[in-house]
């Protein structure tokens, strides 16, 4: 992988956290908005989830292997719930396309991000 798609899986892997973390954002607010508070416990672990997603992302933006590793992570923990749930109950989960892509954008960010590193690295040594 060169610098360019390097850099190309990074940026597709920040922005699909960053959207993922505004939609729970927005699904949360809207939540509480029309339910009168909701449960505490569920609106605290969405709200949590979402700082989580926020933090990973720009630490992927920052071009952070660690980050891009751990949102990768967070969403195949994501999909692998889903798939158990599915199993589980013989009912399709919702949103599990689309985290199946989240997925793999931010398991190719990681791949990215080892690359990008990788590739900067040989450049400094060449000069």
């Known amino acids: 992988m060169n610098l360019k798609s390097a850099e190309s899986a990074i940026n597709g892997a920040w922005l699909t956290g960053f959207v993922i973390g505004a939609l729970t ?30 933090t990973l992302s720009y630490g992927v933006l920052r071009r952070n292997r660690v980050c891009a590793v751990l949102l990768a992570v967070y969403f195949v923990l994501q999909v692998a719930g889903m798939a158990a749930s599915w199993i589980r109950s013989g009912t399709t989960p919702v949103g599990v396309l689309l985290y199946f892509l989240a997925m793999s954008l931010c398991l190719n960010g990681a791949r990215g991000a080892f690359a990008y590193h990788r590739g900067s690295q040989l450049k400094a040594e060449s000069l």
């Open 25 to 54: 954002l927005i699904q949360t607010g809207v939540l509480v908005f029309f339910s009168g508070g909701g449960q505490l416990k569920v609106t605290v672990a969405a709200f949590v989830s979402v700082v989580i997603l926020f």
